[in-house]
């Protein structure tokens, strides 16, 4: 075996150990390695590869480790002949493949069709749009990568990994129960014991959940109509049938449609997607409803922590004597979306069928992330990053207000509760399906509001700004572009209107 075996990119995200490491496996798995011969010693490999030596010796150590290698006494390193017992031979697995058959129709056997269904679609590359106006992403510049690293770092210690690595069956972690119970629930006004709390993979799976456990086909699922998508979707694999309910400046419109619904949901501190807070008197007004014609409310406080104003109204939940209010919080708009990490808090016979549920399909969430995400509250990293969020969106909230105002007057309201992001209703005969791709094409990333919205005759004139992961420079200029695209598209139509 000689060096030109493996090619080390210096370029490349993964360190040029990983690389060594992963090329070497491969290697070992292709067969390109004979057993009886040994590994170049790391001394002369480092050499080869014109790379420091403890590169290779940690390669070949975690080779080790992962039981690809084995060492022999002042022979050095080899192929462990087990490794290959172990591995699929798949070029001999297709040689015998040749039999005769047809394949499967597999439209003809789908009982449910997810990729028929539409959803809110974001471009993998935001990042490299000049004017990112796309909600939901978090900024690397806000994350605390230290206060992060550290709790990571001491996640790894031996006791704690032999706490999380078990098997916890149907367990969450309890320093995270405990600081979702003690910290994160009594700021929004919501005491819940621990049995009453449940750790989901984000909300989308906690509203899975709900959905199996209280939906079928005689039942109807109220939604705020524009409102969440992926509800919508989640209700209709049921399936259930479905009842679009109307919002105003106020949120959602209380009033008798309500009655017809056995379950709805709703967004009362933040509406998905206008922005808009529900008043206290009609939250009471709700609850008043849900007990009188006996239907489940599912509160969705999905960006309880973007709050602007000291006293913010109370969630839902803490105004419910009766037990009908399903809450649902993450950390994915505070912490970051790829954790995924969410909770269910509600009577505790609800959760416990929940927690079944959720066994059958995944047990528990990652009992290391758990670990690490308490560690993170319990140090009080989770209240500092919440405050560092709040003055940076404030601050962005503003600068997008003015400058809406300049380029766009009359067409945003700005929202009541705080938030990170602005619903923009353009002038009439605007299709912002179109301006989505204009804007696009000179590096201006928006979301069209028209998916929010139930039923054939959807308004298209609707957008979304978000102003979560755009640099406070960039927010001015870019509105400016957009509202120049947008005139560009509104002139033409002005013109033959005349």
């Known amino acids: 075996m000689s060096h030109p075996l493996f090619i080390l990119d210096a370029g490349l995200n993964a360190s040029l150990q990983q690389q060594l490491r992963q090329q070497i496996a491969k290697a070992i798995l292709d067969h390109h390695i004979p057993l009886d011969s040994s590994l170049p010693s790391s001394r002369k490999l480092a050499k080869q590869l014109n790379v420091a030596r403890n590169t290779v010796v940690l390669a070949y150590e975690h080779l080790l480790d992962d039981g690809y290698l084995i060492a022999k006494e ?31 129709d597999w439209q003809g056997r789908f009982k449910l069709n997810p990729t028929q269904q539409e959803n809110i679609t974001k471009p993998s590359d935001w ?16 994350f605390p990568t230290n206060h992060w690293r550290e709790c990571c770092r001491d996640n790894v210690s031996v006791p704690a990994i032999r706490s999380w690595a078990a098997d916890h069956f149907i367990a969450d972690d309890p320093m995270l129960i405990e600081q979702i119970h003690t910290r994160i629930l009594p700021r929004r006004g919501v005491w819940a014991a621990p049995e009453e709390i449940l750790i989901t993979i984000g909300c989308q799976h906690g509203l899975y959940m709900l959905a199996k456990l209280l939906l079928d086909k005689n039942t109807t699922m109220g939604i705020e109509d524009p409102g969440y998508v992926d509800i919508r979707n989640i209700a209709s694999l049921n399936p259930s049938k479905l009842k679009a309910l109307p919002v105003d400046d106020e949120g959602l419109i209380v009033d008798k449609g309500l009655a017809e619904c056995d379950c709805v949901y709703v967004t009362p501190s933040h509406q998905y997607p206008t ?12 609850l008043e409803m849900a007990s009188q014609e006996d239907f489940l409310i599912i509160e969705d406080d999905y960006e309880c922590e973007a709050n602007f104003h000291q006293a913010p109204s109370p969630a839902l939940k803490s105004l419910d004597k009766h037990g009908r209010v399903i809450y649902m919080g993450s950390f994915s708009k505070t912490l970051a979306p790829g954790l995924r990490i969410g909770y269910l808090v509600a009577n505790k016979e609800l959760i416990a069928e929940a927690r079944s549920l959720r066994r059958l399909m995944l047990r528990h969430p990652p009992a290391n992330n758990q670990r690490s995400i308490g560690l993170f509250i319990a140090r009080g990293y989770y209240d500092s990053l919440a405050t560092t969020l709040v003055k940076a969106y404030q601050e962005r909230h503003k600068i997008m207000a003015d400058a809406l105002q300049k380029h766009m007057p009359g067409l945003a309201e700005q929202p009541t509760f705080g938030g990170s992001c602005y619903w923009v209703k353009g002038p009439e005969g605007l299709d912002a399906r179109l301006l989505k791709e204009k804007a696009a094409a000179q590096g201006i990333l928006i979301e069209s509001g028209d998916i929010h919205f139930l039923g054939d005759n959807r308004p298209l004139n609707y957008f979304r700004l978000g102003y979560s992961s755009i640099n406070p420079k960039l927010i001015a200029p870019g509105i400016e572009k957009l509202s120049q695209i947008m005139d560009e598209m509104i002139q033409p139509n002005l013109d033959q209107s005349d």
Do not use: A, C, W
């Open 74 to 104: 002042r022979s050095g390193y080899f192929v462990n002949p087990d490794i290959l017992n172990h591995n699929v031979q798949l070029e001999k697995i297709s040689d015998e493949r040749h039999t005769s058959g047809t394949e499967p």
């Open 275 to 286: 922005t808009v807070t529900m008043p206290l008197d009609r939250r009471r007004k709700l």
């Open 127 to 142: 990042q490299n749009y000049q004017y990112p106006f796309i909600y939901g992403q978090f900024d690397p510049d806000l």
